[in-house]
C-alpha cells in the first residue's frame, strides 16, 4: 500500500527527488510523511504535508527539502537538495499523524562526502 521509489547514490551537494505511491484509503484526507532511518538510529520523521497543503519540516532539512503531493495521483514527493553526508538513510512515507504499521520497503539514499 506504500511504494517508495527514487533513491541513489549521490555526492554532497546533490539532488534527488523520491516518490512515494500510496493506496487511496491511505493517502485521501490524510497528511503524509517522509521518514527516515540511519543505520543505527530510530526512524524519524523529515517532513509532513497535510491534506490541504501545509507543510512543516525537521530542522535538520529546512531549506534544503520541500515536500508535495499530488492528490490525483495518491502520490506524494520529496525533493532532496544539497545533500549532506548525513542525509544517508532508508527513507520511507507514511501517513503523517500516527504512521499505517505496514510500512513500505523504502529507498536507500546514500550521500557520499
Known amino acids: 500500500q506504500l511504494v517508495e521509489s527514487g533513491g541513489g547514490s549521490v555526492q554532497a551537494g546533490g539532488s534527488l527527488r523520491l516518490s512515494c505511491v500510496a493506496s487511496?484509503?491511505?493517502?485521501?484526507?490524510?497528511?503524509m510523511g517522509w521518514y527516515r532511518q540511519a543505520p543505527g538510529k530510530q526512524r524519524e520523521l523529515v517532513a509532513r504535508i497535510t491534506s490541504g497543503g501545509d507543510t512543516n519540516y525537521t530542522n535538520s532539512v529546512k531549506g534544503r527539502f520541500t515536500i508535495s503531493r499530488d492528490n490525483a495521483k495518491n502520490t506524494v514527493y520529496l525533493q532532496m537538495n544539497s545533500l549532506k553526508a548525513e542525509d544517508t538513510a532508508v527513507y520511507y512515507c507514511n501517513t503523517g499523524v500516527i504512521p499505517f504499521p505496514n510500512w513500505g520497503q523504502g529507498t536507500q539514499v546514500t550521500v557520499s562526502p
Open positions: 487511496r484509503s491511505l493517502f485521501s484526507k490524510n497528511s
